[in-house]
């Protein structure tokens, strides 16, 4: 970013924002100052050496971090919404790869990628983890797309060669020729806020020859890596008859040098994660992608959240389009909660059920650490917000406190009540 591109300003309103994932920083009339695109901290008296500043006065609204989508698939935006009847294997092969396979024609990645990034825009969402198609032109147009969004993310291009279908699936060496192309194109566009992220798409369609070569790759290449564990009983069984030489669907990844301190990780799901795999997860600083919707709509299960967090293991919150059926990152602050409400009482007794400020830490603070300082007004955080006019929602009571405000804006609101979106100091919406 360059600094004629960075903003320095005060936002006046009610702010809300994580302390830490238990508690929550809530100021009914406050001032969240950014400088040159960082947070440099709340305030309830503007201190004197912020008074030039320019002043933006929201009339009293709701003032929050942007969320973060730690795993969202691009291409799979234009089914959302359908095969919701259907378990995850099946799907695939129903939905996923058909509708994929269409993005080797770069103008109609053209037109879906833009509907895509549209969408984005207009919600919630400052920060995402994104995957792609296998195809390198168009992974590389969603990635200028997304970068003159405003928008920060993460973008991948899917690697698959074995168990996809003819049309689609790529041969070991040509998947890691293009994939390196990919990352040197990448870098030649100079992007500021879009980063290339290494994308083996799951153990079931990755030869261990593929995994370790991609890891390789994230190693010269200094990429982070995003990719799928135990979603699904079916797929999780399946990767056992795969991969006969490894104890977890983990160490299918830890064997093939993806799963490894020196590799920043996104896990996205990690719904039947034991114990085993728990602590190679966390001796790992992987972060997981809790992704509440899919998991109930490909009836993959409900992920033990609340265990994860109490482990002091990394948590971030995802919409998983198209398992997920709503790119609404507040749709999935909700969603987890209610999910973790179901797990407790069907047959979970001991772990008990998400708080509102723990979802809402998912979604800001602990997802946003994958970025860097992200997720937060706390002094030195990239500035990230969300104006809501939140008190549009109708009601009599004139005592909300911020903290009231803002469950109930994640309970009953929704993109229309976003009247101001800033992320990097630059105001996008």
């Known amino acids: 970013m360059t600094e004629r591109d960075r903003l320095s300003f005060v936002l006046h309103g009610a702010v809300v924002y994580s302390k830490d994932k238990d508690e929550m920083n809530c100021f009914e009339d406050a001032?969240?100052?950014?400088k040159d695109g960082i947070s440099e901290g709340v305030f309830t008296k503007l201190p004197e050496e912020y008074k030039e500043l320019p002043l933006i006065e929201t009339g009293g609204q709701l003032i929050i971090p942007g969320f973060t989508d730690l795993h969202i698939h691009a291409p799979q935006f234009q089914f959302r919404g359908?095969?919701?009847?259907?378990?995850?294997?099946?799907?695939?092969?129903t939905y996923t790869f058909p509708e994929e396979a269409k993005y080797s024609d770069l103008s109609y990645a053209e037109k879906a990628y833009r509907?895509?990034?549209?969408?984005?825009?207009?919600?919630?969402?400052?920060?995402?983890?994104?995957f792609a198609t296998s195809h390198r032109g168009a992974t590389l147009r969603l990635m200028e797309m997304l970068e003159e969004s405003g928008l920060v993310t993460f973008v991948g291009k899917v690697n698959m060669d074995r168990n996809v279908p003819d049309y689609y699936v790529e041969d070991t060496?040509?998947?890691?020729?293009?994939?390196?192309?990919?990352?040197?194109e990448a870098a030649k566009?100079?992007?500021?806020?879009t980063r290339p992220i290494i994308t083996p798409r799951f153990t079931p369609s990755c030869s261990r020859e593929l995994m370790t070569g991609l890891s390789e790759l994230a190693?010269?290449?200094?990429?982070p890596v995003q990719s799928h564990l135990s979603e699904n009983l079916s797929e999780i069984k399946w990767v056992s008859e795969l991969e006969p030489d490894t104890s977890s669907y983990a160490d299918s990844y830890v064997k093939a040098g993806i799963l490894k301190k020196s590799i920043p990780c996104i896990m996205a799901h990690c719904v039947w994660s034991e114990e085993e795999e728990q602590e190679i997860l966390l001796e790992n600083n992987v972060f997981i992608a809790h992704s509440p919707d899919s998991n109930t709509n490909l009836s993959s299960g409900a992920a033990p959240v609340k265990k994860y967090l109490e482990k002091g293991m990394n948590v971030g919150l995802a919409t998983d389009v198209a398992g997920g059926h709503s790119a609404s990152m507040i749709n999935a602050v909700r969603s987890a909660i209610r999910v973790s409400k179901l797990r407790n009482r069907l047959f979970d007794r001991d772990t008990k059920a998400l708080t509102f400020p723990e979802a809402f830490y998912m979604a800001t603070k602990g997802g946003g650490a994958f970025f860097g300082k992200a997720g937060s007004f706390d002094k030195g955080y990239s500035f990230d917000a969300l104006i809501l006019d939140d008190m549009r929602i109708p009601t009599t009571r004139e005592d909300l406190s911020?903290?009231?405000?803002?469950?109930?804006?994640?309970?009953?609101?929704?993109?229309r009540y976003i009247s101001g979106k800033i992320v990097a100091g630059k105001r996008i919406r």
Do not use: H, Q
């Not at 001032?31 to 950014?34: D, P, R, S």
């Not at 359908?82 to 092969?93: Q, S, Y």
């Not at 566009?189 to 806020?193: A, C, L, P, T, V």
């Open 189 to 193: 566009k100079g992007f500021s806020r």
């Open 219 to 223: 190693e010269r290449y200094a990429a």
């Open 82 to 93: 359908n095969g919701m009847d259907i378990e995850l294997l099946p799907w695939l092969e």
């Open 115 to 130: 509907l895509f990034t549209e969408e984005l825009i207009n919600g919630a969402t400052v920060r995402a983890s994104v």
């Open 402 to 415: 911020a903290m009231e405000r803002a469950e109930r804006f994640i309970y009953l609101g929704d993109d």
């Open 173 to 184: 060496e040509g998947s890691l020729s293009e994939t390196e192309k990919w990352l040197n």
């Open 31 to 34: 001032y969240a100052v950014c």
